[in-house]
């Protein structure tokens, strides 16, 4: 079945970069996309951003979109998440998940959903 | 501030059956399906409802969606201790162009 499994912990400086992987198998990559979602601690769940299987198009959250950025080698089938600039209030759980999405164009209506989550990478970011 | 509105906590006696509600606006429940995610505690999330109503396969009857204008819902039905965990329901927002959760809400199985 797919699973995906992530890179493990990082503890970076502020101002640093990370880039966490996450490899996919059991399923064919080209045909969904990639999410990524965070948890920082005590925190929800926040939704980073995605890269689209259609066209590897990708769509970030608006607070995060200056400082991320999100890949896929379809040659190993692994997706990639940069952030740059770690300041503290990154400290987070990070995830990557497939991506379901369907729009469909005759009611304006669009389906976005995570259904394989990777195992988590903690990131943690300290001077 | 969470995009999307939920109970921070509900509790119930085991056996029993808990609604957990999730309120938004026409520009995400409103217009785009709605998904379901169950976070045990030290696990990463699982898909548990998506699109309004839909179960993955291997995701037991007890759990089920609901949507109503601008607001959903998410049942648990019998419930069990190891049902124990966060709550979160999520969908895609037209007018931010982004994914968007709420802000997850804990069940106690008293």
């Known amino acids: 079945q797919a699973q995906l499994v992530q890179s493990e912990a990082e503890v970076k400086k502020p101002g640093a970069s990370v880039k966490v992987s996450c490899k996919a198998s059991g399923y064919t990559f080209t045909a969904y996309g990639i999410g990524w979602v965070r948890q920082a601690p005590g925190q929800g769940l926040e939704w980073m951003g995605g890269?689209?299987?259609?066209?590897?198009?990708?769509t970030y959250a608006q607070n995060l979109h200056d400082r991320v950025i999100m890949t896929a080698d379809t040659s190993t089938s692994t997706a990639y998440m940069e952030l740059r600039s770690l300041r503290s209030d990154d400290t987070a759980v990070y995830y990557c998940a497939r991506l379901f999405e369907i729009y469909y164009f005759d009611s304006g209506t669009y389906s976005h959903s995570l259904d394989t989550w990777g195992q988590g990478t903690m990131v943690i970011v300290s001077s | 501030q969470s995009v999307l509105t939920q109970p921070p906590s509900v509790s119930a006696a085991p056996g029993q059956k808990v609604t957990i509600s999730c309120s938004g606006g026409s520009s995400n429940i409103g217009n785009n399906y709605v998904s379901w995610y169950q976070r045990l505690p030290g696990r990463a999330p699982k898909l548990l409802v998506y699109d309004d109503n839909e179960r993955p396969s291997g995701i037991p009857d007890r759990f089920s969606g609901s949507k109503s204008g601008t607001s959903a819902a998410l049942g648990i039905t019998g419930l069990q201790t190891g049902d124990e965990a966060d709550y979160y329901c999520g969908t895609w927002d037209s007018s931010l162009s982004v994914g968007v959760f709420g802000g997850g809400t804990k069940l106690t199985v008293l």
């Open positions: 890269i689209s299987a259609v066209n590897r198009s990708t």
